[in-house]
């Protein structure tokens, strides 16, 4: 499967942006996709993952109650809805995709390591 991720922009402190992870294949329901940042000079970290199905999602604790995911496999995108944001949150967004479903596993989700395919990154900067 390919990747590509968009949405990403400028935004002030509190402001929101919908960032998008556009998949190609038919088979797009298959995998579950997780949302990973990276900050400058910083490693790529977690973000929130979706099943495939789009009725799991977990998020990391530090963003929880303001990004969201969801997914439409019907369009084969998923989406990472970022509310109230803040500077601290400037970093490239990227998607990932694997097939295994035990990515899931609080072990496995968080592991860049684990997901085979990645899109390129979307810039998000958030402005003081």
């Known amino acids: 499967v390919q990747l590509q991720a968009s949405g990403g922009g400028l935004v002030q402190t509190g402001g929101s942006l919908r960032l998008s992870c556009a998949a190609s294949?038919?088979?797009?329901?298959?995998?579950?996709i997780a949302w990973f940042r990276q900050a400058p000079g910083k490693e790529r970290t977690f973000v929130a993952v979706i099943s495939r199905s789009g009725a799991s999602t977990f998020i990391t604790d530090s963003v929880k109650g303001r990004l969201t995911a969801s997914r439409d496999n019907a369009e084969n995108t998923v989406y990472l809805q970022m509310n109230n944001l803040r500077p601290e949150d400037t970093a490239v967004y990227y998607c990932?995709?694997?097939?295994?479903?035990?990515?899931?596993?609080?072990?496995?989700?968080?592991?860049?390591?684990?997901?085979?395919?990645w899109g390129q990154g979307t810039k998000v900067t958030v402005s003081s």
């Open positions: 294949g038919r088979t797009f329901s298959s995998y579950v």
């Open positions: 990932a995709a694997d097939r295994e479903n035990n990515i899931l596993a609080k072990r496995n989700r968080e592991d860049v390591r684990k997901y085979e395919f």
